[in-house]
């Protein structure tokens, strides 16, 4: 069964560093998301991505984060200047469709776990 | 008021039980629920997912969803060990999932 999949699994980074996280969708969806889920509490919205624009982001999702989709197949979370509390697990998800109307659910990868030291 | 609640648990069972999860949610114009299962640094896997009120059963599990009383509940038949996890609903809104923090289940053999 198709997969997303994320790289790396853990990085290890320097506060005030830059960061990029790698996603692979899978290969028919057309929606893109971040999540992050900070240890110990739950899954949240960062930003939602759809024919190659920013469609939907949340407050967490400020000047210091972007996202890419560089060629047909990865998409990426990019942090500018970390900062410790950046340290949490970032999931990415795609979907076909992606809204409150579409029956088409959210398939997420394993995430990359992020430490800002 | 949240979005998505749900208690947190842990909820611990014996192996063979009927589990039952719930969730509760603030806005009515949400129209698509979900429960993904989470294991231990591994990212939300989708279980089930429904659209408005009603039931869907997959197996041992079974989701339904009362619109009414805004309400979402996840029952699992003959509970397995390899069930211990935790459950995840989520609410689609536009153009994301809202999470609730999730239920941790333990099935003990």
């Known amino acids: 069964e198709p997969e997303v999949t994320q790289t790396p699994s853990h990085q290890v980074t320097q506060m005030g560093q830059e960061v990029i996280l790698r996603c692979v969708p899978i290969?028919?969806?057309?929606?893109f998301y971040w999540y992050r889920q900070i240890l110990g509490q739950k899954v949240e919205f960062l930003v939602s991505f759809y024919n190659n624009e920013i469609s939907e982001k949340s407050e967490i999702f400020d000047d210091q984060f972007s996202v890419e989709r560089p060629d047909g197949s990865n998409f990426t979370l990019k942090i500018r200047s970390t900062k410790l509390e950046d340290s949490a697990m970032y999931f990415c998800?795609?979907?076909?469709?992606?809204?409150?109307?579409?029956?088409?659910?959210?398939?997420f990868g394993d995430g990359t776990r992020l430490s800002i030291l | 008021q949240k979005e998505v609640e749900q208690d947190p648990g842990p909820l611990s069972v014996p192996e063979g039980a009927i589990v039952s999860l719930n969730c509760t949610y603030s806005?009515?114009?949400?129209?698509?629920f979900m429960w993904y299962r989470q294991y231990s640094r591994k990212g939300p896997e989708l279980l089930m997912y429904?659209?408005?009120?009603g039931n869907k059963e997959d197996g041992r599990f079974t989701a339904q969803v009362d619109k009414s009383s805004k309400y979402i509940s996840l029952f699992i038949r003959d509970s397995q060990p390899s069930d211990s996890a935790t459950y995840l609903c989520?609410?689609?809104?536009?153009?994301?999932?809202?999470f609730g923090t999730g239920t941790r289940l333990l099935v003990s053999p």
């Open positions: 429904t659209y408005s009120s």
């Open positions: 989520a609410i689609m809104g536009f153009q994301k999932l809202v």
């Open positions: 290969s028919n969806h057309l929606y």
């Open positions: 806005n009515s114009a949400f129209q698509y």
């Open positions: 998800a795609s979907s076909k469709t992606g809204n409150q109307y579409s029956n088409q659910p959210q398939h």
